[in-house]
């Protein structure tokens, strides 16, 4: 009897997400503030990710929608939104990992 093959590991290009989508999403200075914002682990809701992107609820509403088309954030209950846990590297700290790129966020303003 053969042994079972090994599965192999992920690599980080294999789970990151598209590349494209992914430039293309932080293409927006109002995206990356709204990033920052959620880069502290907690959900957060359209109105304060609005006023940290400082625009509209309305303009909000289309800048989020592109970051979850591209993976980088996702959609919670009460219409909350969040960084997926297994992008954030260190609890608290502006810091996210999306495989193709590390996002220091910490001089975002």
């Known amino acids: 009897m053969n042994p079972a093959p090994e599965t192999p590991k992920k690599t980080a290009t294999e789970s990151s997400l598209a590349l494209p989508g992914l430039a293309s999403a932080l293409s927006h200075v109002t995206r990356w503030k709204m990033l920052k914002e959620l880069s502290g682990g907690e959900a957060r809701s359209i109105e304060e990710l609005a006023q940290a992107g400082g625009c509209r609820y309305e303009n909000a509403l289309k800048h989020l929608a592109i970051l979850r088309a591209?993976?980088?954030?996702?959609?919670?209950?009460?219409?909350?939104?969040?960084?997926p846990p297994k992008h954030l590297t260190s609890p608290g700290e502006p810091v996210v990992d999306y495989g193709h790129c590390l996002l220091r966020l910490h001089a975002v303003e």
């Not at 591209?70 to 960084?83: S, T």
Request: net charge positive; hydrophobic share 45%; proline share 0%.
């Open 70 to 83: 591209a993976g980088l954030v996702v959609q919670g209950r009460g219409r909350l939104y969040q960084i």
